[in-house]
C-alpha cells in the first residue's frame, strides 16, 4: 500500500485547512485509514480515522473540530480541520491499517506540515 498526502500548509488560528490522503495497491486490504500527528517534543498522536465499514474514530483534542471522510471510488479519505488552535501544528502522517492472511501491517505517509500562528 502506498499513501500519497495532500493538503496542508500555514494558516491563521481559527482557519481551516484540508489534507487528503490516497491510497494505491493492495486498497482491498485496508481496514483502516486515517491521521495522526506528531508535534514537536510530543508523541505521535492519533488525529482522526475511519474503518473500511465506516466506523469513526477521532482523537479528544479534535473532537467537534475535525471530520474525516472517506472517498471509496477515489481511495481517498479527508481531513477537515476547522477552527484551528496553535496546538493543532504538527506534522500530520497519513496512516493504513491492512490485513491479508491475519497477518496486520501499517503503513504510513510521508508528513505534510501544518503550521497555525497568527
Known amino acids: 500500500v502506498q499513501l500519497q498526502a495532500s493538503g496542508g500548509g500555514s494558516v491563521q488560528p481559527g482557519g481551516s485547512l484540508r489534507l487528503s490522503c490516497k491510497a494505491s495497491?493492495?486498497?482491498?486490504?485496508?481496514?483502516?485509514l486515517g491521521w495522526y500527528r506528531r508535534a514537536p517534543g510530543n508523541e505521535r498522536e492519533l488525529v482522526a480515522v475511519t474503518t473500511s465499514g465506516g466506523r469513526t474514530t477521532y482523537g479528544d483534542s479534535v473532537k467537534g473540530r475535525f471530520t474525516i471522510s472517506r472517498d471509496n471510488a477515489e481511495n481517498t479519505v479527508h481531513l477537515q480541520m476547522n477552527s484551528l488552535k496553535p496546538e493543532d501544528a504538527a506534522v500530520y502522517y497519513c496512516n493504513a491499517v491492512t490485513t491479508v492472511r491475519q497477518m496486520t501491517q501499517v503503513y504510513w505517509g510521508r508528513g505534510t506540515q501544518v503550521t497555525v500562528s497568527s
Open positions: 495497491g493492495n486498497i482491498f486490504s485496508i481496514n483502516t
